[in-house]
């Protein structure tokens, strides 16, 4: 946490920047459902889609801590997948489940990005072709590749990508017919990713460290959470 006197110091610091007109970087914010703050439930019926307020919702307390260093975009779309080639899968109203798909064009929309978070691979492991950890993590590298070749397109200089390795899944993930090996598969992601990361010149940040996913549906993240990855992540990017 920053102490009164640097966050002092970095208010003065962005009140500086804006008066004197300087852009404010860009960091976009992408994935799945815990980018986007689905609330966890068991339920699927008419709250199926609950989600939490923005105060609560990681990429904006990432933006709140930041004091205005960074303009956050958040970009997460529940059951996205982030190791799927383009158009192989699609959700009940036509849109493609594949992030390939999608994060081109988010790059598009805000460029130039300065910074780029991404966080997918839980979704994945409910693909047969694609729920080995090791099948997954390039299929994901290659996703962010693509989103920088289109920023790259555009022109100008790319964005400084971070890696992130979903928490694995929760034990209760059992009770609604996930198997044991997924959940083990969960587990695994983060070496895998972690060397996708190191192979592309990334940082990588293992989302694991903010606590065990003892929700009641062992996939979407507490309050908690999402306060303890903004603070994570922003000791990573601001520091």
Known sequence: MMTE???AQAQERSKASRQAGAK???????????????????????TRYSRYDPSVRWPMVLQRAG?????????????????LESGVARF????????????????LANWPVDELVVMLGTNDLAYPS??????????????????????????????VVTLVSPIPLGHRVVELGITEEALTRSRQLAPVLA?????????????????????????????????????????????
């Open 67 to 83: 004091l205005g260093r960074f303009r956050v975009v958040e970009h997460g779309i529940c059951g996205l997948v982030g190791g």
């Open 130 to 159: 694609l729920s080995q950890p090791e099948i997954i993590a390039p299929k994901i590298a290659a996703t962010v590749l693509a989103a920088l070749e289109s920023h790259r397109w555009v022109g100008g200089k790319l964005p």
């Open 92 to 107: 009940d109203d036509g849109t493609s489940r594949a992030a390939i798909d999608h994060i081109r064009g988010v790059i």
């Open 195 to 239: 060397e996708q990361a190191r192979l592309n010149g990334w940082r990588f940040l293992d989302a694991a460290h903010v606590g065990e996913l003892e929700t009641v549906d062992g996939i979407h993240w507490d309050v908690s959470h999402h306060r303890r990855f903004a603070e994570m992540l922003g000791h990573v990017i601001f520091t």
């Open 24 to 46: 404010v970087p860009t960091l976009l914010a992408f994935g799945d459902s815990n980018t986007w703050g689905y609330v966890p439930q068991r339920d699927e019926g008419l």
């Open 5 to 7: 006197s640097a966050e």
